[in-house]
């Protein structure tokens, strides 16, 4: 089995049901099994300002199932939440991004691992460095780079939501 790690995000409708739906979806899949799910993070838009807040969170897995195959998992994910194309970086109902998958390193125009921007995003690298701190990226842990990224875009917004970390484990255990 080979590890990855995904991110989740929303910022439309219940988010935090829709986080606990999506991760519970994962769980259920063939070929991947939850390993570690970090807290709720609040995080400002990126790119696109007028919208609502995100929801952000990563999960650990372990997964029989290849980079293109844990990516067509993702997708699906994102399509049984109702997830809809819109502008880029707009508002959506789920997001699920293949992050890191251990020994994998690929650049496809479907699919990159490592994630190409995820090392400028608080909001990706925070939750990230509760579930996986010595992951390696571009030769340092997750949490050297998390360290770097916070000190480098402080005016990034990305905050740990406990009440909304309650609340979404509340929805993943009912």
């Known amino acids: 089995m080979a590890e990855a790690a995904l991110g989740l995000g929303t910022n439309l409708g219940n988010r935090e049901a829709a986080l606990a739906q999506a991760v519970n979806l994962l769980a259920a899949m063939p070929g991947i099994e939850l390993a570690a799910v970090s807290n709720l993070y609040s995080s400002a838009?990126?790119?696109?300002?007028d919208?609502?807040?995100?929801?952000n969170l990563c999960v650990r897995v372990e997964?029989?199932?290849?980079?293109?195959?844990l990516l067509h998992a993702c997708k699906s994910v994102e399509a049984k939440l109702g997830r809809q194309q819109r502008l880029r970086w707009g508002p959506r109902e789920m997001d699920v991004d293949v992050l890191l998958?251990?020994?994998?390193?690929?650049?496809?125009?479907?699919?990159?691992?490592?994630?190409?921007?995820?090392?400028?995003?608080?909001f990706v690298l925070e939750p990230l460095e509760e579930i996986a701190p010595?992951?390696?990226?571009?030769?340092?842990?997750?949490t050297s780079k998390s360290a770097a990224l916070k000190k480098k875009a402080a005016d990034q917004v990305c905050v740990l939501?406990?009440?909304?970390?309650?609340?979404?484990a509340s929805l993943r255990s009912a």
Do not use: S
Not at 51 to 55: A, E, R, S, T
Not at 134 to 142: C, H, M, P, S
């Open 45 to 49: 838009p990126w790119g696109v300002a």
């Open 51 to 55: 919208q609502p807040d995100f929801l």
């Open 63 to 69: 997964t029989t199932l290849g980079p293109l195959q």
């Open 101 to 122: 998958m251990q020994g994998v390193a690929l650049d496809t125009e479907t699919l990159a691992i490592p994630h190409p921007r995820m090392i400028e995003r608080r």
């Open 134 to 142: 010595d992951w390696t990226l571009e030769g340092e842990t997750v």
């Open 161 to 168: 939501d406990e009440g909304a970390t309650r609340r979404f």
